[in-house]
């Protein structure tokens, strides 16, 4: 097999597997029991989905899909930062709600 | 040459994202999958992006991949300690709900 070949190929079977992660993580935002799961599995999908922007930018040459990947990473970011404190005040609140 | 390290750095990186959702799928609680998540996930990332600097090798996309890089490793404990606070504050709060119930 020629490197190129073995390049070529291993594209394929990283974009197989990189996908096949996003589905298995949107299982997990589908069924997860809890907002803290489904907080983690959109975390885990932000992560993922930087990783697609780095396979195609292999797979096609652009060059701006990596200043996607980095732009992804900053809101990524605060998004996760922001589901988790709401989760976190909706879970007091509830408790203050029970004090009361 | 060059084309086996890249080939090399994606499929090492797409196995370890794959780890890491299948981690996410099957682990029993929150704090575990959270515990495949955050390090398997940016570990795979972190080398497919790698990867694709290599291909592309020039010194501005080097560069952003080194920031993506820094960046993800500097932010994903934040946000995985602020869920894992939250969820453990819930965790607690039922725990204790059913010992006073028991």
Known sequence: ?100 | MIDIIIGNFLLLGGFFALIAAIGLLRLPDVLTRMHASTKAGVLGSSLILVGSAVYLAEVEITARVVATILFLMLTSPIGAHMIGRAAVRHLSKTHDEAENEG
Request: proline share 2%; charged share 15%.
């Open chain 1, 1 to 100: 097999m020629t490197p190129a070949a073995f390049l070529e190929l291993s594209i394929y079977a990283s974009f197989v597997m990189v996908m096949l992660s996003l589905a298995i993580a949107f299982v997990r935002l589908a069924i997860g029991p809890s907002l803290a799961d489904r907080v983690v599995a959109l975390d885990m999908m932000t992560v993922t989905i930087i990783a697609v922007c780095g396979v195609a930018a292999v797979a096609t040459g652009v060059y701006a899909l990596i200043d996607v990947a980095l732009v992804l990473a900053l809101v990524g970011f605060l998004a996760t930062v922001a589901l988790a404190r709401f989760a976190e005040r909706r879970d007091a609140k509830r408790e203050e709600a029970r004090h009361d």
